[in-house]
């Protein structure tokens, strides 16, 4: 029996979570649904889009007519700097009621002027100034005595909950690591204390000479569809040398990066031939001034589409009673992706 014949479980070695995976279900040859390509074609300017150069945002302010990269605070933060006077205070330690002020910074950044293109066509020259641009911010926010984590991500399509297609991510900077880059911080740091070794740099080393998992790799970076994935065709970008965080990139290290992004990303829109839905972020080592020498820094994308631009995976029933659970194994999902071609659809047209 091999993983492709048995439901079996896999863990999460950075999470320590496990994930159910029901291969048999998919036996029958893959027919995804049948649907003509996406070939939606936005403006270049859109004069009602809140992020385009020189238009008014929801907050009053009026963006500058910038043509290159462009970041501000955003206009309705999830966060504050200042908790104020009325922030909640610590319930009796004996108390089920857990309560404390966070603070934090939310910043939008616009990867370009253009209304209408994604990372996926915005060329590796481009990328690589959003990368510098993440750079920036990370260094800027990370050096505050406020700011404990930097959480950069990125939310596209309407469907992960993105209401404005132009291409932008967010920044939410936090006083507390949050949980998920907390727990993974801890997984690392336990693996490092047991093996003297990276938890990462150790299953890269397995992923490359198994080779199955693995989409493509450049000078610097891998880029392949974890054993433990949840999502249908959940990927992760790793770099092949150990690095906690993003500032520790050179300048051919930042190249390979946009480079990696840009190929990932027209591989998505490929698939189904569809401007691919995701979230992405980076998780790396905390600015919280401890030390973090077993952070492996890397980027998640988690896309919920599932057998076509319509069909989405959702987790429910199970998976919010008990765990993630998926049919298409990961072996599978990153044959399909390999298979794509690094020409984007619509430029083919």
């Given at each position: 029996m091999t993983f492709e014949d048995t439901p079996h479980r896999r863990l999460n070695q950075l999470t320590g979570e496990w994930v159910l995976v029901s291969p048999h279900r998919t036996k029958r040859p893959w027919q995804g649904q049948q649907e003509a390509p996406d070939m939606t074609m936005l403006p270049e300017y859109d004069a009602d889009c809140y992020l385009c150069p020189g238009n008014v945002r929801a907050g009053g302010a009026v963006n500058p007519s910038y043509t290159d990269t462009f970041v501000f605070t955003n206009d309705f933060a999830a966060l504050l700097p200042d908790a104020g006077d009325d922030a909640p205070t610590h319930f009796p330690k004996d108390s089920l009621l857990v309560?404390?002020?966070?603070?934090?910074?939310?910043?939008?950044?616009?990867?370009?002027?253009?209304?209408?293109?994604?990372?996926?066509?915005?060329?590796?020259?481009?990328?690589?100034?959003?990368?510098?641009?993440?750079?920036?911010?990370?260094?800027?926010?990370?050096a505050r005595d406020d700011i404990g984590y930097v959480q950069i991500f990125e939310n596209r399509g309407s469907v992960m909950g993105c209401s404005n297609p132009h291409p932008h991510g967010q920044i939410w900077a936090t006083r507390t690591v949050p949980m998920y880059p907390a727990t993974e911080g801890t997984r690392q740091a336990a693996f490092a204390r047991k093996h003297d070794s990276c938890l990462l740099c150790d299953y890269l080393a397995v992923e490359r000479e198994r080779g199955e998992r693995i989409l493509f790799e450049?000078?610097?970076?891998?880029?392949?569809?974890?054993?433990?994935?949840?999502?249908?065709?959940?990927?992760?970008?790793?770099?092949k040398h150990h690095m906690s965080n993003i500032l520790e990139m050179d300048t051919d290290c930042r190249d390979a990066l946009a480079d990696a992004m840009v190929r990932l990303n027209i591989r998505y829109d490929n698939l189904f031939q569809t401007s691919f839905p995701y979230s992405m972020g980076i998780?790396?080592?905390?600015?919280?001034?401890?030390?973090?020498?077993?952070?492996?820094?890397?980027?998640?994308?988690?896309?919920?589409?599932l057998r076509s631009r319509s069909v989405k995976k959702f987790m429910v029933g199970y998976e919010m009673m008990a765990m993630p659970q998926r049919d298409l194994t990961a072996e599978s999902a990153a044959k399909r992706l390999r298979d794509q071609s690094e020409q984007h659809y619509l430029e083919t047209r």
């Amino acid at each position: 029996m091999t993983f492709e014949d048995t439901p079996h479980r896999r863990l999460n070695q950075l999470t320590g979570e496990w994930v159910l995976v029901s291969p048999h279900r998919t036996k029958r040859p893959w027919q995804g649904q049948q649907e003509a390509p996406d070939m939606t074609m936005l403006p270049e300017y859109d004069a009602d889009c809140y992020l385009c150069p020189g238009n008014v945002r929801a907050g009053g302010a009026v963006n500058p007519s910038y043509t290159d990269t462009f970041v501000f605070t955003n206009d309705f933060a999830a966060l504050l700097p200042d908790a104020g006077d009325d922030a909640p205070t610590h319930f009796p330690k004996d108390s089920l009621l857990v309560a404390e002020p966070e603070t934090g910074l939310c910043r939008v950044l616009c990867y370009s002027p253009r209304h209408d293109l994604t990372l996926a066509r915005l060329g590796t020259g481009t990328a690589r100034k959003v990368v510098d641009l993440w750079c920036e911010e990370f260094q800027t926010l990370g050096a505050r005595d406020d700011i404990g984590y930097v959480q950069i991500f990125e939310n596209r399509g309407s469907v992960m909950g993105c209401s404005n297609p132009h291409p932008h991510g967010q920044i939410w900077a936090t006083r507390t690591v949050p949980m998920y880059p907390a727990t993974e911080g801890t997984r690392q740091a336990a693996f490092a204390r047991k093996h003297d070794s990276c938890l990462l740099c150790d299953y890269l080393a397995v992923e490359r000479e198994r080779g199955e998992r693995i989409l493509f790799e450049n000078d610097a970076f891998v880029v392949l569809v974890p054993f433990w994935a949840t999502w249908p065709f959940e990927t992760m970008i790793v770099p092949k040398h150990h690095m906690s965080n993003i500032l520790e990139m050179d300048t051919d290290c930042r190249d390979a990066l946009a480079d990696a992004m840009v190929r990932l990303n027209i591989r998505y829109d490929n698939l189904f031939q569809t401007s691919f839905p995701y979230s992405m972020g980076i998780h790396q080592a905390p600015t919280d001034g401890a030390d973090h020498a077993p952070w492996h820094f890397h980027i998640h994308y988690y896309p919920p589409l599932l057998r076509s631009r319509s069909v989405k995976k959702f987790m429910v029933g199970y998976e919010m009673m008990a765990m993630p659970q998926r049919d298409l194994t990961a072996e599978s999902a990153a044959k399909r992706l390999r298979d794509q071609s690094e020409q984007h659809y619509l430029e083919t047209r």
